[in-house]
Structures are given as structure tokens and as C-alpha cells.
């Protein structure tokens, strides 16, 4: 019993061994779609954000009521006219509440401590 086939030095792991197929290359190929940049925050959008978390400091203070207003008015308006540039308006939104919310406590505390002064 012979056998006519040359002996192969490495035997493939995987089988019969396949010749290398070149790529297939078609003269109208599907157009790639194009890459779009990411947008840049706005001015309103960081506007909410700088007056939010500067309001909130403030607010332990008892100065902060009108820059969390002014955050709160400008996170909507931004909200409105930039929703790419969510994080930032949603920043300024949620401090510009929290400092309102501050602010309230810090003067009923005050307003309660005045009136049991003045009684």
C-alpha cells in the first residue's frame, strides 16, 4: 500500500489546509456613514451650572436665593434650547432647586430666631 500524497512537515490544528482568499472588493460599495462631532455646551447651559453651584454655596450663608433663582430660570431655558448639553443644565437645575431649598430653611431659621429675639 502506497501513498501518492507528499507528507506535510506540520499538520494544521484545525484540518485541511485552505489556501489564502483574497479580499472581494466591489466597485460600488455602500457609503459609509459620516462621524458628527459632538456639539459644545452652550452659554446658558454653563450659565445654569456656574450659578447653580455657586448659589449653593452661598445658600449656607443666606446670599444664595437669587443666584439659585437665576440658575433655575436659566437650566430651563437651556433645557429648551440646548438638550445636548444635558448634563450641565440638569447640574444647574438640581443645585438651583437645592439652594432655593436652603435658602427657605436658612431664613424661616432666621425669621424664627429674630421673632423669639424681638417677643
Not at 459609509?32 to 450659578?51: C, D, F, H, N, T
Not at 449653593?56 to 436659566?74: D, M, P, Q
Not at 432647586?97 to 423669639?116: E, R
Amino acid at each position: 500500500m502506497t501513498d501518492n500524497t507528499p507528507p506535510i512537515a506540520h499538520p494544521p490544528a484545525g484540518g485541511t489546509p485552505v489556501a489564502p482568499v483574497a479580499p472581494v472588493f466591489t466597485p460600488y460599495a455602500a457609503p459609509q456613514p459620516y462621524y458628527r462631532a459632538p456639539q459644545l455646551p452652550k452659554g446658558l447651559s454653563v450659565a445654569s451650572m456656574i450659578l447653580g453651584v455657586g448659589g449653593l454655596l452661598f445658600s449656607f450663608f443666606g446670599f444664595g436665593f437669587l443666584l439659585n433663582a437665576a440658575a433655575v430660570i436659566t437650566g430651563h431655558l437651556a433645557a429648551a434650547r440646548h438638550p445636548h448639553a444635558k448634563g450641565y443644565w440638569l447640574t444647574g437645575l438640581f443645585t438651583g432647586y437645592l439652594g432655593i431649598a436652603f435658602s427657605l430653611i436658612y431664613s424661616a431659621i432666621w425669621v424664627n430666631y429674630f421673632s423669639q429675639l424681638l417677643s
